[in-house]
């Protein structure tokens, strides 16, 4: 008797993965699960705990603050030649983590990537967050921080004016556009939740404050149309914005004529190194978030992975810049070039350079792996790895390049002092501080948003399909 052979079916690549939020939510659920953690959940010791923490770095940084504006930045580690320090390096470590977020907003909006859905509200906080400790930095390293203004242009008796051709003032407009199209662009994508929260605080002070900030929206055909407009142009403006901020702060460098500078290849390098950067901070906050507020129906295995995704591809783009300028400190036949990468590799910061490697480089391709790319302990651990890694990649980048320039006689070498780790860890506890405060007064993720992701927001389209 003939055995009857069973065809194996071809299951769809669509079906294989995660799904972008988990079955069995429909649109009230997922309204009420996301407002009921501000509106209904109570502070716990371990919030309260952890906040302290957090706001005792932060005024840790305050106190150090303090103290330079008191006796100056001698009090710094920086000297000559290495007069950009700790407070250039911090700069662009936390501008590239600014960038991940208005990346995931605009860019995959654009793109129509439904799995941006339910990290897009966090991610855009940590943008703001990121570029408010990164504006610390320059503010403070003029020396004068109340004289900030005079870095924008502005009618004045003195005929004062910004030299418009140092990269530093690029920057100052860059980042300022940069964090105003950001903030603009966060506030407009929390309308339609401040309106829900609105209906559902039974405070009236609560539903008061909501209700301000929901600026009169009902949920109309006209409210969403416009809003949908208004997203998507500021989207379209942000796109631009991401790619060019760094670009600009590239350029800090790029244009000078200091070895391991003046290379064509920073913007393109320090864009990718960005992502990079932002998207391990994604996934150190995404974590522990959807652990502790039981996110884990919104945030899936989905999003943690194409994150992940994001961090090799960007990681291996970040490897061949660092072997483009390896090589081309070689083949350049340029002295001072070729004795950049000697120093590198065997001067007296060979064993920063030596973790950069390893800790950029060499740790991140587990994530070729797909047991690391699924597992929260292994991505988490990977992050905070490559997080130390782009820190790394700035303090080479500045500070050895600085430290043994064209003239012997000026070498020398820079020690960071307690103050400069006190501003420097000061600004991650601001930075935490401001995300703690986030997760509990306002919606983490977006409710407008997931609902899109439901079944039911699909049914007019298929409708008109079938007719």
């Known amino acids: 008797m003939a055995t009857q052979q069973q065809i194996p079916v071809e299951v769809p690549v669509e079906d294989q993965r995660a799904p972008v939020i988990e079955p069995g939510h429909t649109f009230s659920t997922i309204g009420e699960k996301v407002s009921n953690i501000v509106l209904r959940r109570p502070v716990s010791l371990g919030w309260i705990f952890g906040f302290l923490v957090m706001f005792s770095l932060m005024n840790m940084m305050l106190f150090a603050l303090g103290v330079l504006f008191l006796k100056g930045t001698g009090i710094w580690g920086i000297t000559i030649p290495i007069g950009w320090g700790f407070a250039i390096i911090n700069f662009v470590w936390w501008i590239g983590i600014g960038h991940a977020g208005t990346l995931i907003s605009a860019i995959l909006c654009l793109l129509r990537q439904s799995w941006r859905n339910s990290i897009n509200r966090f991610a855009e906080a940590m943008t703001l967050f990121a570029v408010a400790c990164a504006g610390v930095f320059p503010l403070v390293h003029t020396g004068r921080p109340w004289l900030a203004y005079w870095m924008f242009p502005y009618p004045n008796t003195m005929n004062y004016w910004p030299q418009f051709r140092s990269p530093l003032i690029w920057d100052v407009f860059a980042v300022s556009t940069y964090f105003t199209i950001s903030l603009v662009f966060w506030f407009v994508g929390l309308i339609p939740d401040l309106a829900s929260m609105r209906d559902r605080a039974e405070h009236p002070l609560t539903r008061g404050i909501f209700g301000i900030l ?112 390896a090589f081309m400190g070689w083949y350049s036949g340029n002295t001072f ?131």
């Not at 244009?255 to 150190?284: D, E, K, N, Q, R």
């Open 214 to 325: 929901a600026m009169g929206w009902r949920g109309s055909a006209r409210h969403w149309h416009r809003y949908e407009t208004a997203y998507l142009l500021l989207a379209g403006l942000a796109t631009p914005l991401v790619l060019s901020v760094h670009t600009v702060v590239s350029f800090d460098f790029a244009v000078s004529i200091v070895p391991g500078w003046h290379t064509t290849i920073f913007p393109p390098y320090f864009v990718a190194g960005a992502i990079y950067s932002g998207f391990a901070m994604v996934l150190c906050l995404a974590i522990p978030i959807r652990a502790i507020y039981g996110m884990e129906d919104f945030i899936t295995m989905r999003h943690l992975e194409n994150s992940g995704k994001v961090m090799l591809a960007t990681g291996l783009i970040v490897g061949y810049g660092y072997f483009i300028e």
């Open 337 to 467: 070039d070729s004795f950049l990468l000697w120093n590198r590799l065997h001067g007296p910061y060979a064993l920063w350079y030596w973790s950069l490697i390893a800790t950029n480089i060499v740790i991140p391709q587990l994530l070729w792996l797909k047991k690391f790319r699924t597992s929260t302990f292994w991505l988490w651990i990977i992050s905070l790895i490559v997080l130390a890694g782009m820190w790394l990649e700035r303090f080479i980048i500045i500070v050895v390049s600085l430290h043994r320039d064209f003239l012997n006689s000026s070498w020398g070498m820079f020690y960071p002092t307690k103050w400069d780790w006190m501003t420097y860890i000061g600004t991650i506890g601001m930075f935490l501080t401001a995300m703690w405060l986030f997760v509990r007064i306002l919606p983490m993720v977006s409710i407008a948003e997931l609902r899109t992701l439901l079944p039911e927001a699909h049914v007019h389209e298929a409708e008109e399909v079938e007719r």
